[in-house]
C-alpha cells in the first residue's frame, strides 16, 4: 500500500482565516484526492488532483474555496478559504495505488 | 446518481460472533468494490477489495459480490471488541472510472 503523510492532523481556526493542509505520499501516484468528511457522515469527494492539470471539482466545491495545487506525483495541498463554522471538518488525502484508494489521517479543523 | 446504500446500524453482535454487514449500489456498470473500516476520529483503513463475483476470504473477513443482484456484503468471522468500528462501503464505476462513491457507513459495536 501507499503511506500517506497529512499535516496539520488538526486545527483550530478563526473565520475568515484560510489554512492549507499538505499531503505526501511515499510513491509517485497520478491521482489524489480531497474529501471532506462531517461528523457522523461518510465521505464527499472534494476534487481530484492530477499532476500537471488543474484539479477537478465535485458539484458544489469551488476553486475559489477550495484551491489545489499539485506540482508533482508525490504532493498535493488543499487551501480551505475564507473559513466559516460551516467548513469545520475532517478533511482526508486519498491516493489510487494499484487500483486501490488509501487516506492519509486527515485533518480535523475547526473554525470558530 | 450513484449510489451506495448501507444500514447505518448500530449492528451489534456478541463476542464471537458473525457480522454480516451488507450494501447495494445503484450502478449496474460498477466493477471495483471496497470495503473499509474506520475507527472513531481515525480515517479510513481499506480492509477488503473484490472484483468478481462470489466470495474472497482473508484471514476473519469475507467479501461476498453478487453484480446481478448489485449487492456486496463484508462478512467478520468470529468478531472481537476491535472489530467495533464504522465500515465503509465504496463503490468504484467501469473501465476508465476513477471515482469512489462511498456509502454512509454502518457501525458495528462487538459486545464482549
Known amino acids: 500500500s501507499a503511506v500517506i503523510s497529512q499535516k496539520p492532523s488538526r486545527d483550530i481556526c478563526q473565520r475568515g482565516t484560510s489554512l492549507t493542509i499538505q499531503c505526501q505520499v511515499d510513491s509517485q501516484v497520478t491521482m489524489m484526492f480531497w474529501y471532506r468528511q462531517q461528523p457522523g457522515q461518510s465521505l464527499t469527494l472534494i476534487a481530484t488532483?492530477?499532476?500537471?492539470?488543474?484539479?477537478?471539482?465535485e458539484s458544489g466545491f469551488v476553486i475559489d474555496k477550495f484551491p489545489i495545487s499539485r506540482p508533482n506525483l508525490t504532493f498535493s495541498t488543499l487551501t480551505v478559504s475564507n473559513m466559516s463554522p460551516e467548513d469545520s471538518s475532517i478533511y482526508l488525502c486519498?491516493?489510487?495505488?494499484?487500483?486501490?484508494?488509501?487516506f492519509g489521517q486527515g485533518t480535523r479543523l475547526t473554525v470558530v | 446518481q450513484k449510489e451506495v446504500e448501507q444500514n447505518s446500524g448500530p449492528l451489534s453482535v456478541p463476542e464471537g460472533a458473525i457480522a454480516s454487514l451488507n450494501c447495494t449500489y445503484s450502478?449496474?456498470?460498477?466493477?471495483?468494490f471496497f470495503w473499509y473500516r474506520q475507527y472513531s476520529g481515525k480515517s479510513p483503513e481499506l480492509i477488503m477489495s473484490?472484483?468478481?463475483?462470489g466470495d474472497k476470504e482473508d484471514g476473519r473477513f469475507t467479501a461476498q459480490l453478487n453484480k446481478a443482484s448489485q449487492y456486496v456484503s463484508l462478512l467478520i468471522r468470529d468478531s472481537q471488541p476491535s472489530d467495533s468500528a464504522t465500515y465503509l462501503c465504496?463503490?468504484?464505476?467501469?473501465?476508465?472510472?476513477?471515482?469512489?462513491?462511498f456509502g454512509k457507513g454502518t457501525k458495528l459495536s462487538v459486545i464482549p
Open positions: 450502478d449496474r456498470g460498477s466493477q471495483s
Open positions: 488532483a492530477n499532476q500537471g492539470s488543474e484539479a477537478t471539482y
Open positions: 465504496a463503490v468504484k464505476g467501469g473501465a476508465g472510472s476513477y471515482q469512489l462513491t
Open positions: 473484490i472484483y468478481s463475483n
Open positions: 486519498s491516493v489510487e495505488f494499484r487500483y486501490e484508494a488509501f
